[in-house]
């Protein structure tokens, strides 16, 4: 403690002795005080004003006088808050105050030269005129430091085309202005070709025809409309992005959409034309430059069948009797005979699995 106290104490004279030193400069008039800034003024008042009611309260602590409700609470409170108000300030104000700073060790270095009758250029100077050399040096970082100097020289920008242009006519001779040359990439074959095959692909993958082998191979379960329609499923994506965009606004906006004359028609025979199951099958027209006309005609035939079996699939009860009844050209009788028949099979058949389970 002792060793603290007696620090503070050698720290406290040599803050004496500096701050006799500095008045002694002002009173004979070698630091001038005149034109100052008055924020930095009110900054270091404060802060003088700050430490002084700090020693105070330091004082009152060590001979035990009451604290609540004395003024010097008060003004450290007040004291306080005014040098936190002022720190946003001073970073705002930082970059003016450097530069005038700056701008009184510029003057004051210029007046040494001039007393001294040394130049600028540190190189030029005498070797034995120190003083001339340190200033030129702080004149360089404080240039480096100040970011105006790092603004660009218009002298130096390039030259506007249009004055180019101007000394051409004048001379009488046209010369084409000088511009960045850029490679031209030539649009071969391959790459349109490649372009091509793209869009046949694309154009294949949106057809009904693959929309519905995707449907049937697919492990997914497959949409339905809530209509029931199976048509309707069958749009292309062109129509259902386009039915979903005005459904979507529809929701949206809790109003109906009027279809104009153009977009019924287009509907109906869009509906009309899915209602036939063979009226699509020049889908993959756009795949003809993709297949060989063999592979192409097998695909046709194994698709034909694939519709007549989906056809069947999707047929009632009743429409199977009819078409077996057609196809064997049987007699009434000798029909209900066989269908009952055929009836007393299938259920034997379903009640021996489910003895064979349990």
Not at 337 to 343: I, K, Q, T
């Amino acid at each position: 403690m002792d060793k603290k106290l007696d620090t503070v104490s050698q720290q406290a004279d040599q803050v004496r002795e500096l701050i006799d030193r500095l008045r002694e400069r002002v009173a004979e008039g070698e630091l001038s005080t005149a034109s100052g800034l008055s924020f930095l003024e009110v900054k270091h008042h404060t802060m003088l004003s700050y430490l002084s009611n700090l020693s105070f309260l330091t004082l009152l602590k060590l001979h035990g006088r009451q604290l609540q409700g004395h003024q010097v609470v008060k003004n450290l409170v007040e004291d306080r808050t005014v040098l936190e108000k002022m720190k946003p300030l001073e970073q705002r104000l930082k970059y003016q105050i450097d530069k005038l700073l700056q701008t009184a060790i510029t003057s004051s270095e210029s007046s040494i030269r001039e007393q001294l009758g040394t130049t600028d250029d540190p190189e030029k100077a005498p070797v034995s005129d120190d003083r001339a050399k340190l200033a030129a040096a702080m004149l360089s970082e404080d240039a480096l430091a100040d970011p105006s100097a790092f603004k660009p020289n218009p002298s130096q920008l390039a030259k506007d085309v249009r004055e180019e242009d101007l000394a051409a006519m004048e001379s009488g001779v046209y010369r084409a202005p000088k511009q960045t040359p850029v490679h031209y990439e030539e649009d071969n074959a391959v790459s349109q070709r490649e372009r091509t095959e793209q869009r046949m692909m694309e154009r294949a993958a949106r057809s009904r025809l693959v929309q519905d082998l995707m449907t049937e191979y697919d492990d997914r379960p497959e949409t339905s409309t809530a209509s029931g329609n199976p048509s309707v499923g069958l749009q292309d994506s062109r129509m259902e992005r386009l039915a979903n965009e005005r459904a979507r606004y529809e929701e949206e906006n809790f109003t109906r959409l009027a279809m104009n004359k153009k977009e019924r028609k287009g509907l109906r025979k869009k509906l009309t034309d899915l209602d036939d199951e063979f009226a699509h099958l020049n889908d993959f027209a756009g795949m003809a430059g993709l297949r060989k006309s063999a592979e192409l005609s097998e695909s046709k035939a194994a698709i034909l069948d694939r519709i007549q079996q989906r056809k069947r699939d999707n047929e009632s009860m009743a429409e199977k009797v009819m078409r077996r009844r057609k196809r064997r050209n049987d007699s009434d009788d000798e029909f209900v005979a066989r269908e009952m028949s055929r009836n007393h099979k299938t259920k034997f058949k379903k009640a021996s699995r489910r003895v064979a389970k349990r």
